[in-house]
């Protein structure tokens, strides 16, 4: 898990399920090619013209933050997976990125075999355990 892997609107690639299969895998937002053909399954915000033009870096140095895409994303993350992207970047914006990416690893580290938690199966992507 590492800073590059943390997306402009504060999701964690490192947790998502198109990053960690092998399969079609995605690299990570940051990393993402246009041209490469990985199906973004659940990514609303990599269309926004200031992050694909390299504007903000992070989505609260933006003027509109949180807008409407960001709130329903966050909402739907609260809701569904029981994390929250807003959260994660004020979190950033306080403490910066580094101590954000320590706590990641920590929170996503499956207690059983030490293997990433998948955040949108809720289970270790490794072992299995849920969560
Ligand atoms: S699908 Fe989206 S959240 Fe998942 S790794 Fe790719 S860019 Fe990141
Ligand atoms: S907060 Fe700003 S940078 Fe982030 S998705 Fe919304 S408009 Fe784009
Ligand atoms: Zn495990």
Not at 101 to 115: A, D, F, L, P, Q
Request: overall charge positive.
């Amino acid at each position: 898990m590492k800073s590059s892997l943390i997306a402009a609107c504060g999701m964690n690639c490192g947790i998502c399920y198109a990053y960690l299969r092998e399969k079609n895998k995605c690299p990570g937002c940051r990393l993402f090619d246009a041209q490469e053909p990985v199906s973004i399954v659940w990514c609303k915000i990599r269309n926004c013209e200031l992050i694909k033009k390299g504007k903000v870096k992070f989505c609260f140095e933006c003027d509109s933050f949180a807008c409407k895409r960001l709130k329903q994303l966050d909402k739907r993350y609260r809701t569904k997976y029981n994390m929250s992207e807003i959260d994660n970047l004020e979190y950033i914006r306080k403490n910066g990125i580094r101590k954000f990416v320590e706590n990641e690893k920590i929170r996503w580290s499956c207690s059983e075999c030490g293997g990433t938690i998948n955040v949108h199966k809720g289970s270790c992507f490794n072992c299995g355990k849920k969560e």
